[in-house]
C-alpha cells in the first residue's frame, strides 16, 4: 500500500491542489498577551488556532473561555497575516540564500581569500555565487577584475553581486560572449566597470539557473523555503526563467514537493504558478519590443523570436484560457506593453463574456509603468496587477500604485524582479511601496511635511502601509484565486497562516496623506495599527502554514498544555 502523500506539500503538488491539509504538527494553541492584526477588532490581544484554522480572535478577558492543549504567551509581539511573496524566481532566491557572505569582509584582498576558500572545498557547486560585497567600504574602493575572480575560483563560475543586490560581476563563464553579444544589441550591456545591470543582471541570473546541477537546484529550492519560513512567508508564487529550460525546473520543482525527501519545501507552503506550466503565456516588455517566453495555451501558440504579439494575439490567448478556467500571467513592463495587453484581454471579454474572464483573474507582472487611462478597464476586466516595488521602477509612470488601488485594481507584491532575485524580506517590500516615487514630472500640490518632501512621495503617490500590507497578504492569495475561504486575514474560520512579529515602539495607524501627521498611535482610529515602517524592522519569531509551526526561533514561551 503506498503511502499517503505529505499533506503540507500537496499544494505544491499541483496548482489547483487544496493546500490547506492539517499537518499532524498542528495542535489547539492559544496565542494570548499581544497585538493581533484582525478585522475582527483593533484591540484583539489573543487568537486560538485549533488544527489548521483560526477558532477564535479577541480580547484578554475572553481568553480564559477557551481550552487549549499548549499556552504561548506572546509578551507583546505582534500577530499578522503571514505574508506572500507573488513573484519569486524560486530557484534564483535559493541560490542567492546559499550565496557565500562577503558582507563581514574588510578588504578586496580579504574577499578574494574568502573566494578562493570556497571554491576549494569539495562541497562547492559548479556556480560560487558571493554576495555581499562593497566597493566603497573596501580600502582602495575598487571591486576585483574578472580576471582576478577566476584566478582565485579553482575553475569555477563566480557571479559576485553587489551588496544592492541589484548588479553583479560575472566570470567569462557566466557572461558568455554570445550573453554578453545579445546584452549590447538589446542596448541592456554591461556597464564600463564589467558590472552587469538591470536586464543584463536578470540574464545572468537565468544562464546562471541555466548552469546549476539538480543537486544544486534541489538544494536551493529548500533554502528558498527555509528563507520564506525565516521572513514570515507562507506562500510564494514562483516563475521559472523562461523557455524550455525554465519549464524543466518548474517541473522539477514540482516533484521535489511530492518527494518526502526534501520537506524543506514545506517551509515555503503552497507554490503557484499563475497558469498552468504548459499552458502559461508571458510577455515581457524589453528593449527591442516584446518578448514572448512560454506558449499559450493548447491550440494557440506565439512562436519565441517571432513577430511581437499584437492585442489580437493576446485576446486570442486569454479567450483560449478562460474558457478552460485557466489564468494567464503576462509580463509586462512599460506602459505600452500594458496597453497591449488589456486592449487584448478586453476583446477576449467581448467574444467569451466579461464574467467568464474575470473569473480567471488574469496577471500582468513585473509592471514598472501605466497609462492612467487603462486603469477604468484595469479594474473592469477584473485584471490583478502583480508589482515588484523594491526594484526602484515601479510605476515611475503616469499611474502610482496609490492610483491603481484607488480604481479598484486588485494588487499584489513580488520581492524579485523578473528572473533576478532580492533577499526575501516582505516588510522592505512595504516599505518601498510606501515609498514608491511620485508619477514622472508630477509636481507637489499643497504645503507637505519636511518628510514627504525629502523621500519624494506625493500625496497622491504613496501608498498608505495599510494598502501595502493588504497587498503583501491577502492579496497574494487574491492572485492566486485561493482567497475565497478568508486566507489572508486573522478571523474565525479562516485558515491559519500566521506570523509572528518582535517588535520595537508602538504600532501606528499611517494617514495616507502625508500632508497630515503621518502615523497615529490613537486607539480611537479604530483599525489595527502596524508596526513603524520608519522605524526598526520587525524580526519574525514563528511562521505557521495551516496551523503547523515552520519556523520558531525560540523566543516564545509555551505554557504547560492545557492551562491558560
Known amino acids: 500500500m503506498s503511502e499517503a502523500p505529505d499533506p503540507r506539500t500537496a499544494g505544491r503538488a499541483d496548482p489547483r491542489a487544496d493546500p490547506r491539509a492539517d499537518p499532524p504538527e498542528a495542535r489547539v494553541t492559544l496565542y494570548r498577551g499581544g497585538h493581533v492584526y484582525t478585522p475582527v477588532s483593533p484591540r484583539a490581544t489573543a487568537l486560538l488556532v485549533d488544527g489548521n484554522q483560526i477558532a477564535w480572535v ?21 500577530v499578522a497575516p503571514a505574508f506572500v511573496d507573488a513573484h519569486v ?32 572545498r569539495s562541497s562547492c557547486p559548479p556556480v560560487l555565487i558571493a554576495s555581499g560585497c562593497s566597493a566603497a567600504r573596501w580600502p582602495g574602493g575598487r571591486l576585483p577584475s574578472a580576471g582576478e575572480l577566476e584566478a582565485r575560483a579553482a575553475g569555477r563560475l ?48 537565468e544562464r546562471l539557473s541555466a548552469l546549476t546541477d539538480r543537486a544544486q537546484r534541489l538544494a536551493a529550492y529548500g533554502a528558498a523555503g527555509a528563507a520564506a519560513a525565516r521572513a514570515g512567508v507562507a506562500a510564494v508564487h514562483s516563475f521559472a526563467p523562461p523557455g524550455p529550460a525554465g519549464a524543466s525546473q518548474a517541473a522539477e520543482l514540482v516533484a521535489a514537493g511530492r518527494d518526502p525527501a526534501h520537506a524543506g519545501m514545506a517551509a515555503v507552503g503552497p507554490v503557484y504558478w499563475p497558469a498552468e506550466l504548459e499552458q502559461a503565456t508571458r510577455v515581457g516588455a524589453r528593449p527591442g519590443g516584446f518578448v514572448v517566453d512560454h506558449p499559450a495555451v493548447e491550440g494557440y501558440g506565439l512562436a519565441a523570436g517571432g513577430a511581437p504579439p499584437d492585442r489580437h494575439s493576446v485576446a486570442r490567448a486569454v479567450a483560449a484560457a478562460s474558457r478552460a478556467g485557466v489564468q ?20 477576449a471579454a467581448e467574444e467569451v463574456g466579461l464574467a467568464t474572464v474575470r473569473a480567471s483573474a488574469h496577471r500582468i507582472e513585473v509592471v514598472e509603468s501605466i497609462d492612467e487611462r487603462d486603469l477604468p478597464r484595469l479594474s473592469e476586466l477584473g485584471l490583478v496587477v502583480v508589482a515588484c516595488p523594491r526594484s526602484g521602477r515601479v510605476l515611475a509612470g503616469a499611474a502610482p500604485l496609490a492610483a491603481l488601488a484607488a480604481a479598484g485594481v486588485p494588487l499584489a507584491f ?23 516615487p511620485a508619477p514622472s514630472g508630477a509636481q507637489s500640490s499643497g504645503a507637505q511635511s519636511s518628510g514627504a518632501q525629502s523621500s519624494g512621495v506625493l500625496p497622491s503617490a504613496a ?7 493588504a497587498a ?7 492572485a492566486a484565486r485561493q482567497d475565497g475561504d478568508g486566507t489572508g486575514q486573522l478571523a474565525p474560520g479562516s485558515p491559519a497562516m500566521v506570523a509572528i512579529w518582535e517588535i520595537q ?60
Open 505 to 564: 515602539g508602538e504600532l501606528a495607524v499611517q494617514a495616507p496623506d502625508r500632508r497630515v501627521a503621518a502615523w497615529s498611535t490613537d486607539p480611537r482610529a479604530g483599525v489595527c495599527g502596524l508596526p513603524d515602517l520608519d522605524g526598526p524592522a520587525p524580526r519574525c519569531v514563528r511562521t505557521l502554514i495551516n496551523g503547523g509551526v515552520v519556523y520558531d526561533d525560540g523566543t516564545l514561551h509555551q505554557g504547560v498544555p492545557g492551562t491558560p
Open 158 to 205: 563566480v557571479y559576485l553581486l553587489n551588496y544592492d543586490p541589484v548588479s553583479g560581476l560575472p566570470t567569462s563563464g557566466v557572461a558568455s560572449p554570445a550573453l554578453l553579444r545579445a546584452a549590447h544589441e538589446g542596448g541592456i550591456a554591461p556597464a564600463g566597470d564589467g558590472l552587469c545591470t538591470g536586464i543584463a543582471h536578470e540574464h545572468v541570473w
Open 89 to 120: 524566481p524560486l530557484l534564483a532566491a535559493g541560490l542567492l540564500a546559499m550565496s557565500l557572505d562577503l558582507s563581514l569582509t574588510a578588504s578586496l584582498p580579504e574577499a578574494l581569500v574568502e573566494i578562493e576558500r570556497a571554491a576549494a
Open 414 to 436: 513580488g520581492g524579485g524582479a523578473a528572473s533576478a532575485p532580492y533577499p526575501i524580506d516582505p516588510w522592505a517590500t512595504v516599505r518601498a511601496a510606501v515609498r514608491s
Open 463 to 469: 501608498l498608505s502601509a495599510r494598502a501595502a500590507f
Open 328 to 347: 494567464t500571467s503576462w509580463v509586462a513592463r512599460g506602459a505600452e506593453a500594458v496597453g497591449e495587453v488589456v486592449a487584448g484581454v478586453a476583446r
Open 58 to 78: 479577541g480580547e484578554e478577558a475572553a481568553v480564559n473561555s477557551f481550552p487549549a492543549e499548549v499556552t504561548v504567551d506572546l509578551h507583546g509581539a505582534f
Open 472 to 478: 503583501s497578504t491577502r492579496g497574494g492569495w487574491r
